[in-house]
Nanobody
């Protein structure tokens, strides 16, 4: 089992920045990748970014490319999401997730095995 705990959400004005953190504990040695997803009210959960745990290869949704950056600290078993130039459309609950296998699409939420509880990000206009 892997436990994921997110932190860093909050309220920010449009154009501002936030950094989310996700600390992993438990059987983390088998992690293939970790990702961030978000879900806005009335919408489906969508992929935001992911990072391959061993090689640090990153992936981004088109909507956040150039504004968000995912990174990890292997020693701390922590993944980060730096979010810049935020706009109201980024308002959502952000979830951290980890996966053990790498055969399917990195952006497919169904391929992730463990999920955090989520952290709210609200961007005011």
């Amino acid at each position: 089992q892997v436990q994921l705990v997110e932190s860093g959400g909050g309220l920010v004005q449009a154009g501002g920045s936030l950094r989310l953190s996700c600390a992993a504990s438990g059987r983390t040695f088998s992690t293939y990748a970790m990702g961030w997803f978000r879900q806005a009210p009335g919408k489906e959960r969508e992929f935001v970014a992911a990072i391959r745990w061993t090689y640090g290869i990153t992936y981004y949704a088109d909507s956040v490319k150039g504004r968000f950056a995912i990174s990890r600290d292997n020693a701390k078993n922590t993944v980060y999401l730096q979010m810049n130039s935020l706009n109201p459309e980024d308002t959502a609950v952000y979830y951290c997730a980890s996966r053990l296998r790498g055969l399917a699409s990195i952006s497919n939420a169904n391929e992730y095995d463990y999920w955090g509880q989520g952290t709210q990000v609200t961007v005011s206009s």
